[in-house]
């Protein structure tokens, strides 16, 4: 499992390299992100949250079930919607609001 980045997306802020936990994620000469070593990336979703441009998806591995399942995250305010795509293009979302988020 791993992160890809979109690079049309990203507008560098930075905020998923400060959020990565391993230390995984850098800047390249034009100021967008990258993961350095894509095997090591545990998949915590860390960045995927603090990426307020929606430019980093998180690949679901055959070892999860995933199947080439992509995660991704649109925040709209205090609401995440999570959205898991199939390898047929099929989405289902999940809505989060994480003011509620230790609610349960
Ligand atoms: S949080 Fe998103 S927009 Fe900001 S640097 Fe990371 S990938 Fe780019
Ligand atoms: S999913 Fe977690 S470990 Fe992987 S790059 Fe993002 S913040 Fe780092």
């Known amino acids: ?12 802020c930075g905020r998923c390299i400060e ?9 390249d000469q034009n100021g967008k992100a990258f993961i ?3 095997r090591d990336c545990w998949g915590c979703t860390s960045c ?5 441009s929606s430019a980093i998806r998180f690949f679901l591995g055959a070892d999860i079930g995933g199947r080439g399942s992509a995660l991704s995250v649109d925040i709209v305010g205090d609401r ?6 199939d390898s047929a293009g099929k989405v ?3 809505e989060v609001n ?3 988020a230790n609610k349960y």
């Open 92 to 94: 289902r979302s999940i």
């Open 19 to 27: 959020a990565c936990p391993g230390n995984l994620l850098k800047k």
């Open 36 to 38: 350095l070593h894509m």
């Open 48 to 52: 995927l949250k603090e990426c307020k």
């Open 1 to 12: 499992m791993s992160i890809r980045i979109d690079k049309e997306k990203c507008i560098g």
């Open 98 to 100: 994480k003011k509620e």
């Open 80 to 85: 995440y919607l999570w959205q898991v795509t």
